[in-house]
C-alpha cells in the first residue's frame, strides 16, 4: 500500500485542500481528502477487473464547499438527527443549531465535514486528526479525534475512529459515502441487491427522527434480511417508507464486536461490498434527497443514484434511553471500526 498527497484545490478563503491517494498492491485506489476526511473516490476491479469508480463525489472543493448531501464525509459530532437541536447532560441543558427541519443534523452548519484536518501519513494508513473545542457547534469539553484509513492488497477498506474528550459530551461518529457499484454517475442504484443483518428498525416521524420504536422488519418493506433490489419495495404504501421518501432509517444491527452487517452488490458490474462495523446500527439511506446535480468527470447526480451504508449509534439516542448510549464520559476512549470489502462474483453468481 502507497500514500501520496497532492493539491486538491482551494477553499473559498484561500486554504489548501490536499487529496491523498492510497494505493495498493493490484492498483486498486482510494482518494481521500483532508477537507471532511471525505472519501472522493474508490476505484475498485469489476469482475472484467476493470477499475470502477464506485463513490458519488465532486472533482473541486467548491462543490464540497456549497453543495448539501455529505457526500463520502466523516460526520461528527453526531451523525443523523438529534430532535430539536436540544439535550440535558449531567443536568445541564445544551441547545444546537437547527439546520433539518425542527431538528439538528450531522454535526450542526459547521459539522466535521467542513474542516480541514491534519494528515498524517504511516507506512499502511493515512491518519486525520482534530481537535474540536468545548462548544464547538454548541456540544460540551474539548473533543480530540483521529480519522484512519487503511485499503488493503485484498481491496478492503477500513475506517477507525479514535476519540477521547477532556470532559462529559457525545459522540456518535460516521461516514457518508454514497455507492453505486455500477460505477459512480451511472444512473439510480435502486437495482442493487442489499443484505442487512437487521431483525428490526427504528421508526421515524414525518421528519425522519426516531419515535423511539424498535419495530420488527418482519413482513415489512424493511425485511433485508435475504438479499433483495433496493428497488423491489421502495414504492410500497407504508408509513415509514413514506416518512422518508424512501429507505432513510436505522436498521437495529443483530451481534456486537466487529462482525459482517450488509452485502450490498451490483449484477451489472459484479462488485459485492461486505460491511462490517462495531457500530450498532446503520443508516440504509437511498439518496432521496440527493437533487439533480454535477458530479465527478462531467457525470451528473439525482435522487437514488446512490446508497448510504452509514455505520452509527442510533439516531436521536439521547431521548431514547432504550437506544445504546452515545454519551462519551471524560476520558473514556471511543473507538470504532468500519470496513468495506470489495469483492467480485461472477454472472448470475448467488
Ligand atoms: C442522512 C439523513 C438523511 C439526509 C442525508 C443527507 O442520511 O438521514 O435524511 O439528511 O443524511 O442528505
Aim: net charge negative; proline share 3%; with cysteine.
Amino acid at each position: 500500500m502507497s500514500v501520496q498527497g497532492k493539491e486538491f484545490g482551494r477553499t473559498a478563503d484561500g486554504r489548501t485542500v490536499t487529496v491523498y491517494r492510497i494505493t495498493n498492491k493490484n492498483g486498486a485506489y482510494v482518494d481521500v481528502l483532508d477537507y471532511g476526511c471525505t472519501l472522493q473516490s474508490i476505484c475498485v476491479p469489476n469482475r472484467d477487473g476493470t477499475l470502477t469508480d464506485v463513490c458519488l463525489g465532486y472533482d473541486t472543493v467548491t462543490e464540497y464547499e456549497e453543495n448539501d448531501g455529505y457526500l463520502g464525509a466523516f460526520v461528527g459530532r453526531h451523525a443523523n438527527r438529534i430532535g430539536k437541536g436540544e439535550f440535558v447532560l449531567n443536568g445541564q441543558a445544551y441547545s444546537l443549531a437547527v439546520n433539518n427541519g425542527p431538528n439538528h443534523l450531522h454535526g450542526g452548519l459547521k459539522g466535521f465535514d467542513k474542516v480541514i484536518w491534519s494528515a498524517c501519513v504511516a507506512s499502511d494508513r493515512l491518519i486525520f486528526s482534530h481537535t474540536s473545542p468545548d462548544g464547538d457547534e454548541g456540544y460540551p469539553a474539548n473533543l480530540m479525534m483521529s480519522v484512519t484509513y487503511c485499503f488493503d492488497d485484498s481491496n478492503t477498506l477500513t475506517l477507525i475512529y479514535d476519540a477521547v474528550s477532556d470532559g462529559d459530551t457525545v459522540v456518535n461518529f460516521t461516514n457518508h459515502c454514497y455507492f453505486n457499484l455500477n460505477g459512480q454517475g451511472t444512473g439510480t442504484a435502486t437495482d442493487h441487491l442489499l443484505q442487512v443483518n437487521a431483525d428490526a428498525f427504528t421508526e421515524n416521524d414525518g421528519d425522519c427522527l426516531p419515535t423511539g420504536k424498535i419495530l420488527s422488519v418482519e413482513g415489512t418493506p424493511f425485511d433485508f434480511r435475504t438479499s433483495k433490489p433496493i428497488g423491489r419495495d421502495i414504492g410500497a404504501d407504508d408509513e415509514n417508507l413514506k416518512n422518508g421518501s424512501g429507505y432513510d432509517h436505522n436498521f437495529v444491527l443483530q451481534g456486537e464486536g466487529l462482525r459482517e452487517v450488509a452485502v450490498l452488490s451490483s449484477e451489472k458490474t459484479g462488485i459485492v461490498m461486505t460491511t462490517r462495523t462495531t457500530q450498532p446500527g446503520v443508516q440504509v439511506y437511498t439518496a432521496n434527497f440527493l437533487t439533480y446535480r454535477g458530479g465527478k468527470n462531467g457525470t451528473r447526480y439525482s435522487v437514488r443514484d446512490g446508497v448510504c451504508l452509514e455505520t452509527q449509534h442510533f439516531p436521536d439516542a439521547l431521548h431514547h434511553e432504550n437506544f445504546p448510549s452515545v454519551v462519551l464520559k471524560q476520558g473514556e476512549e471511543y473507538h470504532q471500526i468500519t470496513q468495506y470489502a470489495f469483492t467480485v462474483k461472477e454472472e448470475n453468481e448467488v
